[in-house]
């Protein structure tokens, strides 16, 4: 009955937040974010607590005082926030409005790659405001997928696939795994745009090094990839100084094929999971340092070896 009514509550909540912004000014999410940020931050401290372990683990040295690893952490939290209502407000928003608000860079990386007819597996992050990705390259009228986690309890889970039609974006459970990558190389083969993010560094088939410590990294976006022809292209919506959003498409990556297979996918994990340590890097504060396993007591002995 707990069970039940948590995800009851979870929904009708959606549902109001969502109905909520029909009747509200287009720069209402700005101001609502700032509240629900400093509500949900003090309350969620088991998640805040996790982004300050994670940034000492990782950039203890470029950010040396905790002072600095709490201001960090902060900034990621309100940009995290923000990202959310301002995904609930382009259900309400004209693709045209869409469209000349945010502007695509290096659109032709993605028509060249399209142009191949073997469609495009577009690899990001829970980085900027990844959930308006697929909103803004559906207004443009690329045919998009996205690969996502749905809520275990089934009304929650409805209610997930309901939003994701209203911004026209066809969702592909993550779980089973193999009905999953099924459906992905359906897609691939229509020629559309799937997009993964597989930045949650907590469990995979291959070690990388990330942010100066070793974790697991998913191969399912090389075995895909290799399967298939899609092309890959790194995709990151950012966030400037000024609040204004832009979704980057980055070049595409050359998955290395030496006939090895485990040096290859040792070699190719490390390439696209490059290409978010370096979005890490340049823009900290709009990663959600929620996605590796803080090291326990016997991984921190082996770093230290």
């Given at each position: 009955?707990?069970?039940?009514?948590r995800y009851?509550?979870?929904?009708?909540?959606?549902?109001?937040?969502?109905a909520?912004?029909?009747?509200?000014p287009?720069?209402?999410?700005?101001?609502?974010a700032?509240?629900?940020?400093?509500?949900?931050y003090r309350?969620?401290?088991r998640?805040?607590k996790r982004?300050q372990?994670?940034l000492a683990h990782?950039?203890g040295?470029e950010?040396g005082t905790?002072r600095?690893r709490?201001?960090l952490?902060?900034?990621?939290w309100r940009?995290?926030?923000?990202g959310?209502?301002e995904?609930?407000?382009?259900?309400?928003?004209a693709?045209?409005d869409l469209c000349?608000?945010?502007?695509?860079?290096?659109?032709d990386?993605?028509?060249?790659a399209?142009?191949r007819?073997r469609?495009?597996?577009a690899?990001?992050?829970?980085f900027?405001?990844?959930g308006?990705i697929g909103?803004r390259l559906?207004?443009q009228g690329y045919?998009f997928?996205a690969v996502a986690k749905?809520?275990?309890?089934?009304r929650l889970?409805?209610?997930?696939?309901?939003?994701?039609?209203?911004a026209?974006?066809?969702?592909i459970?993550?779980?089973p795994r193999r009905?999953?990558?099924?459906?992905i190389?359906?897609a691939l083969r229509?020629?559309?745009?799937?997009?993964?993010?597989?930045?949650?560094?907590?469990?995979?088939?291959?070690e990388?090094?990330f942010?100066?410590?070793?974790?697991?990294a998913p191969k399912g976006p090389i075995?895909?990839a290799?399967?298939?022809g899609?092309?890959?292209?790194?995709?990151?919506?950012i966030?400037?100084r000024q609040?204004?959003l832009?979704?980057?498409?980055?070049?595409?990556?050359?998955?290395?094929?030496?006939?090895?297979?485990e040096?290859?996918l040792?070699?190719n994990?490390r390439?696209?999971v490059q290409e978010?340590?370096d979005?890490v890097?340049r823009y900290?504060?709009q990663?959600?340092?929620?996605?590796?396993?803080?090291?326990g007591?016997r991984d921190?002995s082996r770093?230290?070896?």
């Amino acid at each position: 009955m707990r069970y039940r009514l948590r995800y009851r509550v979870g929904e009708y909540f959606i549902r109001a937040l969502v109905a909520s912004f029909r009747w509200l000014p287009a720069s209402a999410p700005r101001y609502i974010a700032r509240l629900t940020e400093q509500v949900s931050y003090r309350l969620l401290w088991r998640y805040r607590k996790r982004m300050q372990d994670t940034l000492a683990h990782t950039m203890g040295e470029e950010l040396g005082t905790e002072r600095e690893r709490r201001a960090l952490a902060r900034h990621a939290w309100r940009n995290l926030m923000q990202g959310v209502l301002e995904s609930v407000a382009t259900l309400y928003m004209a693709k045209d409005d869409l469209c000349a608000r945010i502007e695509i860079k290096s659109e032709d990386r993605l028509r060249e790659a399209l142009a191949r007819n073997r469609g495009v597996l577009a690899l990001s992050a829970h980085f900027g405001n990844f959930g308006i990705i697929g909103p803004r390259l559906a207004a443009q009228g690329y045919e998009f997928s996205a690969v996502a986690k749905l809520a275990e309890e089934k009304r929650l889970a409805a209610l997930q696939y309901e939003i994701g039609a209203r911004a026209g974006v066809k969702i592909i459970p993550a779980r089973p795994r193999r009905e999953s990558v099924a459906r992905i190389i359906e897609a691939l083969r229509r020629n559309e745009i799937v997009l993964l993010i597989p930045d949650e560094l907590k469990s995979g088939g291959v070690e990388v090094d990330f942010l100066g410590r070793r974790a697991p990294a998913p191969k399912g976006p090389i075995t895909i990839a290799r399967r298939t022809g899609a092309a890959v292209l790194p995709v990151f919506m950012i966030r400037d100084r000024q609040n204004r959003l832009t979704l980057h498409v980055e070049p595409e990556i050359k998955f290395v094929q030496t006939g090895d297979r485990e040096a290859d996918l040792s070699t190719n994990a490390r390439l696209f999971v490059q290409e978010i340590e370096d979005m890490v890097r340049r823009y900290p504060d709009q990663w959600s340092w929620m996605g590796l396993r803080n090291p326990g007591k016997r991984d921190e002995s082996r770093l230290a070896s």
